[in-house]
């Protein structure tokens, strides 16, 4: 008898450990799965936030974009504006030296003209006068 109350003793004993066993296993799982769908849930929190805070970037940097884009589109229209007055005024400035120079030009032409008439005028006057010396001797 007293094996078979060793025995049953120990089957008691492997009993209760397996049952405790069990028990803990199944405690496990359960924590393991509670733990599981907490971290999914924190996960997807996590990555929501995440997706949202993406979309706010880049909203702002689209935003940022945008204005930088008009700011130097409005510097470039003026730039170009400047540039089209200054081309004007360097063209009208080049046209008004042309025109001086021109008349520049056709005033010596003119007083070459006239000193060329003169000269001539004289050569012409001490021609007749040393004709008239020739034809009196």
Not at 55 to 66: M, R
């Amino acid at each position: 008898m007293s094996i078979e109350k060793v025995n049953q003793t120990k089957e008691a004993m492997n009993k209760r450990q397996s049952f405790e066993l069990r028990k803990m296993h199944e405690e496990y799982e359960s924590e393991l799965k509670t733990n599981k769908e907490k971290t999914d849930k924190e996960i997807a929190k996590v990555k929501k936030d995440f997706d949202v805070e993406i979309q706010k970037e880049k909203s702002e940097a689209e935003t940022k974009l945008n204005k930088v884009r008009n700011t130097y589109g409005r510097r470039i229209e003026e730039e170009n504006k400047r540039y089209d007055k200054v081309l004007l005024d360097l063209k009208q400035a080049q046209a008004d030296r042309i025109a001086e120079t021109q008349s520049s030009n056709e005033s010596q032409i003119q007083n070459m003209d006239m000193k060329q008439k003169e000269y001539l005028e004289k050569a012409r006057q001490k021609f007749e006068l040393e004709k008239s010396k020739l034809e009196e001797s």
